[in-house]
């Protein structure tokens, strides 16, 4: 792989940009592989990342049924925080914005991280007293956050109306090197390195069956042919349920659709991520000048990647109380993401009733600010059968009645 | 947009008037049951990729709970009937199969 560099793009405007080479390879399927990773989203690539990187673990393929990245990880608002209120969620989420910080000069991709800060705003005095709590968890957890007063979030970001008539704005958590990333970068930047290591990326390749024998995974079947493989990694997000059915088990999860939506590009005029989880909206602005705003999920299963109207018309009727200056700007495009959801909205890194078979999903509507911690911790699990990270995630949880409970503090969109 | 029709009061109600309430059918473990039943009972779903039975409210009109058929694939609605049924009546069974001539009760 040659090295991006400065130098590199004065060697290339040399050539008239002709010599640049193919980020990572096209190839066909071998007959079989140590490890197979399913669904080459943000989370199935930096697994198949972490397990070359930290476990030499190289002759892997990561079998992608559309487009790289073309799934909910290049269909999200990009907000990266960490300010979880139970242990396990902050060291898994605090590990993956700690990569972050990083992620561009490990990959040597730029993935634009942009730690802008972000605000989680207290509009009642259940929320004032959620986020206080989950502050005192953070300093005890050692991720870096703040309770701030109204003055504050009006200074920070001087476009809001503190005021709002039906909710008005009380405080909010405050965590300085929470921000964004391109995330589209996050996963080509990934891609590009696995296929550096020798590992294959093979997009338009469904997996349609899961073989095994005596209760051990040999292979999956896919719509380019039968491949083997040692052990198998399950990370397709909203379609979970569906892939673990051909591996012979079910997963406490609803697919459903969420949605965001961009306006036309203005002057920069807001330069934190704002989340507003009462009224279900939140907003930043990206670098092209978009307002890029989401809000919450819809209420019924759902696989078909398109939501309801009414959730836009709800989003955009409260982030306008908040933001007035929004009411006269165009929306310019609109989108939905199927989102794999848990009942105590923790994810699940997992070995399964299957032997060989690991599973990653459940991330819902929040799992892109965790793309390299989740990489991390499930590539250590596929590889040694135990991750400390990973460790609280398994999907036996749920008969045990050891819940991640997060539905209190982050229920919703984020 | 969604629109199902209230079995109750008739009106082909859409989605804003409605309040989803996920899976139907479900069969209800309590003390005593194996931790597989409780588990399967209160957790794990099929979250069916295609033909999906589940519960609606009419939380904006008559307020009742029904059931309804609809395809998770495409949003197309096979019907709705009464809440008061342990099992997809016989003409919703027909309606589904009419449309999805692979599809069986038991996947
Ligand atoms: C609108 C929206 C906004 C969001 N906003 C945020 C946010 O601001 N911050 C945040 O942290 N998170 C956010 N999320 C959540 C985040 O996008 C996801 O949690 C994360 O991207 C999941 O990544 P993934 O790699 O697990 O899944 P995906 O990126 O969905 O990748 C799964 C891949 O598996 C493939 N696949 C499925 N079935 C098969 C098969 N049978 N064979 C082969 N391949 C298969 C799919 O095609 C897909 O490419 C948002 C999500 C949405 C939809
Ligand atoms: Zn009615």
Not at chain 1, 203 to 230: A, P, W
Not at chain 1, 242 to 248: K, L, P, R, T, Y
Not at chain 1, 358 to 365: L, P, Q, V
Not at chain 2, 11 to 40: I, M, N, W
Request: net charge neutral.
């Amino acid at each position: 792989m040659k090295r991006y560099s400065a130098f590199a793009i004065a060697r290339e405007a040399a050539n008239y940009h002709q010599g640049w080479e193919r980020a990572w390879a096209k190839r066909a399927p071998k007959k079989r592989y140590d490890a197979i990773i399913i669904g080459a989203g943000g989370h199935g690539l930096a697994s198949a990342y972490y397990l070359g990187k930290n476990h030499g673990i190289t002759n892997v393929a990561v079998l992608e049924k559309g487009w790289l990245g073309g799934g909910n990880t290049g269909r999200n608002t990009t907000i990266i925080r960490s300010n979880y209120l139970q242990d396990p969620s902050a060291a898994i989420y605090e590990k993956a914005r700690s990569l972050y910080e990083t992620l561009s000069q490990d990959l040597n991709y730029n993935v634009m991280f942009s730690p802008r800060g972000v605000i989680m705003l207290a509009q009642t005095h259940h929320e004032v007293r959620g986020y206080q709590r989950t502050a005192h968890a953070n300093a005890l957890q050692g991720v870096k956050t703040e309770w701030i007063g109204p003055e504050r979030v009006k200074q920070l970001c001087p476009i809001m109306n503190i005021e709002g008539p039906r909710y008005p704005v009380l405080g909010g958590l405050w965590q300085a090197r929470g921000g964004t990333a391109r995330h589209d970068a996050v996963a080509w930047g990934y891609a590009r390195a696995c296929s550096d290591m020798g590992m294959d990326i093979i997009q338009q390749c469904e997996v349609t069956g899961v073989t095994s024998e005596g209760g051990k995974v040999t292979g999956v079947q896919t719509s380019l042919g039968d491949i083997g493989c040692n052990s198998l990694g399950i990370v397709v997000a909203g379609h979970s349920s569906h892939v673990a059915e051909m591996a012979g088990f079910r997963l406490p999860i609803e697919s459903v659709a969420l949605q965001a939506l961009v306006s036309e590009p203005i002057k920069p005029c807001m330069d934190v991520v704002v989340m507003a989880n009462t009224v279900h909206g939140y907003m930043s602005q990206s670098d092209k000048g978009e307002m890029v705003i989401g809000g919450g999920t819809d209420g019924y299963n759902n696989y078909t990647q398109r939501g309801s109207f009414h959730h836009i018309e709800e989003t955009v009727r409260a982030l306008i109380e908040t933001f007035p200056m929004i009411s006269r700007l165009k929306m310019l495009r609109q989108w939905g993401g199927i989102v794999d959801v848990t009942g105590d909205r923790s994810p699940i890194l997992s070995k399964t009733p299957l032997e060989g078979c690991y599973i990653n999903c459940g991330w819902g509507t929040g799992g892109f600010k965790a793309i390299p911690g989740s990489g991390f911790g499930f590539a250590e699990l596929m590889a040694k059968g135990y991750s400390p990270l990973t460790a609280e995630f398994g999907m036996e949880r749920f008969r045990e009645g050891r819940f991640i409970d997060e539905s209190v503090a982050a229920g919703v969109a984020h | 947009m969604l629109t199902l029709k209230c079995p109750y009061c008739g009106v082909q109600a859409c989605e804003t008037e409605l309040s989803p309430g996920y899976e139907a059918h479900l069969k209800r473990f309590g003390p005593g049951s194996s931790d597989d039943d409780f588990e399967t009972y209160l957790f794990t779903r099929p979250n069916v990729k295609g033909v999906h039975f589940e519960r609606w409210r009419h939380a904006y009109g008559c307020g009742k709970w029904f059931l309804a058929a609809r395809c998770t694939t495409t949003l197309e609605v096979f019907g709705t009937y009464s809440a008061q049924t342990p099992a997809p009546p016989a003409e919703i069974i027909e309606a589904i199969k009419s449309k999805r001539p692979d599809w069986s009760p038991e996947t």
